[in-house]
T-cell receptor
Framework: KNQVEQSPQSLIILEGKNCTLQCNYTVSPFSNLRWYKQDTGRGPVSLTIMTFSENTKSNGRYTATLDADTKQSSLHITASQLSDSASYICVVSAKDSSYKLIFGSGTRLLVRP | DVKVTQSSRYLVKRTGEKVFLECVQDMDHENMFWYRQDPGLGLRLIYFSYDVKMKEKGDIPEGYSVSREKKERFSLILESASTNQTSMYLC?????????????FGPGTRLTVL
């Protein structure tokens, strides 16, 4: 069964600190993996997307990694800011589906001053 | 920039009422989607539409119907709202040729059914 699992469920860090969020997936055949940021009461917004051949991709202070062999991805946030407080959702797309996305349940991050 | 808008940010309805949630996208995307999002469950697909007047059931279509009369507009209908349909509803759209299956989301409608 295609699944995406994220950890931790929630995380609290101090402003300025770094953190890493984890995503494990069992989706096959794999097409791509995307990290979304969802602010409270808002829709998800794409941060990064990675295909099978990519193992690192950055977007400002956000760096995503992908290990297609172990089917793991991580999202590293550097020098956190209060505006990073949000839910981060890992989403995987399978090659055999033209439209379907498999969503993780998200990690809720709170950055405190 | 792709813009997906939803008719209401917050909605409160009573059990048994008929509820319409509307979504509009301005990028001429062929595909549109309705999801619901509940704590700890992630986003679950209710219905999607390949194109005008075309629709297919997603993973949890029970209790919902949809309408797509115009390309830019996709409506989700709760024929008789129930308390277990209290949730966050998200609309998304996608261009048919998207090789990355990138979906663009609206801001969401938080529906409470009393």
């Amino acid at each position: 069964k295609n699944q995406v699992e994220q950890s931790p469920q929630s995380l609290i860090i101090l402003e300025g600190k770094n953190c890493t969020l984890q995503c494990n997936y069992t989706v096959s055949p794999f097409s791509n993996l995307r990290w979304y940021k969802q602010d409270t009461g808002r829709g998800p917004v794409s941060l990064t997307i990675m295909t099978f051949s990519e193992n690192t991709k950055s977007n400002g202070r956000y760096t995503a990694t992908l290990d297609a062999d172990t089917k793991q991805s991580s999202l590293h946030i550097t020098a956190s800011q209060l505006s990073d407080s949000a839910s981060y959702i890992c989403v995987v797309s399978a090659k055999d589906s033209s439209y379907k996305l498999i969503f993780g349940s998200g990690t809720r991050l709170l950055v405190r001053p | 920039d792709v813009k997906v808008t939803q008719s209401s940010r917050y909605l409160v309805k009573r059990t048994g009422e008929k509820v319409f949630l509307e979504c509009v996208q301005d990028m001429d995307h062929e595909n549109m989607f309705w999801y619901r999002q509940d704590p700890g469950l992630g986003l679950r697909l209710i219905y999607f539409s390949y194109d005008v007047k075309m629709k297919e059931k997603g993973d949890i279509p029970e209790g919902y119907s949809v309408s797509r009369e115009k390309k830019e507009r996709f409506s989700l209908i709760l024929e008789s709202a129930s308390t277990n349909q209290t949730s966050m509803y998200l609309c998304a759209s996608r261009v048919l040729s998207s090789s990355y299956n990138e979906q663009f989301f609206g801001p969401g409608t938080r529906l409470t059914v009393l």
